[in-house]
């Protein structure tokens, strides 16, 4: 049994999903949004039971959205073709996301949230589960190791 | 930014599939009215009247777990089977019922309930005799006003010993309709 009282999940979802869909869009695109929202209620649902607050849903459902889409774009990222050097016309994320493909986890998603989709830190922290002074030191460290690499 | 009926269904449904769910609903048409059906996994657990679906999906959530969510198919066999029913082409309900919920002595009640024919009646005396307590006449009246899945668990076809309707928790008019569908009553003394 529940400590708290939580909403049934229909109320729970029908309140939230339009606002998880517009993140997921804003994050990985229209296209992939529909998995990356699949993929978010269900991960909802599967921890639903056991929460044990009932305050401020809506950010832990767009936590979970935010992490899936990371999870997306890391995926997304590892699936890209090799590089053509030649004409380069591919979005920034592409770009860094192999650039900073060797980075500790956590630096290299806030670089590429950061850098490559222009995220505010805040939305970092929240998508990697830290907060936005944590996801501010990730981006800033794992910049400087790219630019030692570099020289 | 709305999500799309395709969008949305798909989610449901695979909720449904992925085992995630403590109870799936649907609300849907029937001569006497909307209904609202509901299952767990363990089978069939609610049937209301005239739903106000907020307030059952709270009582749902509070009895059964909080993971309540509108979806197709868990609920299409009672649906399909409720279809036929209305349409007279079925006189038995073959469904799983959930009464987990409901305490040893309503349980009783229920399952002496549900072995009632189509088409006949019995009264609450008959019914407390049968489970050995006949002095709980009143005692099963309150079941049956209790009943959570009206109609698959048939408190319509319990009147009272002189032959009256006496009560339905869905209201007299649906009891009557009902017994007249079942032709459990005369069309024409009512």
Known sequence: MALVRLPPFESFYAEHRDAVLGELRRLVGHDRAEDAYQETFLKALRAYGSLRHADNLRAW??????????????????????????????????????????????????????????????????????????????????????????? | MTVSPTLDSRFREAAAAAGLLDVAYDLIDSPIGPLLIAATDHGLCRISFDPQPDREAEWLAQTFGVRVLRATKPVEPAHRQLDEYFEGKRTRFELPVDLRQSAPFSREILKRLARVPHGETTTYGALARAAGRPQAARAVGTVMNRNPI?????????????????????GLERKELLLKLEGAIDNTLL
């Open chain 2, 150 to 170: 009206p109609i698959v668990l048939p408190c319509h076809r319990v009147v009272g010993a002189n032959g009256s309707l006496v009560g339905y928790g869905g």
């Open chain 1, 61 to 151: 459902v767009l936590t979970i959205a935010r992490r899936v889409a990371v999870d997306q774009l890391r995926r997304r990222e590892a699936s890209l073709p090799d590089p053509e050097p030649a004409t380069d016309t591919r979005p920034a994320y592409a770009e860094l996301g192999e650039l900073a493909d060797d980075l500790p986890r956590k630096e290299r998603a806030a670089v590429v949230l950061r850098y490559g989709y222009d995220l505010s830190y805040a939305a970092i922290g929240a998508a990697l589960g830290s907060s936005e002074d944590a996801a501010r030191q990730a981006a800033s460290s794992g910049v400087r190791r790219l630019r030692r690499r570099m020289q």
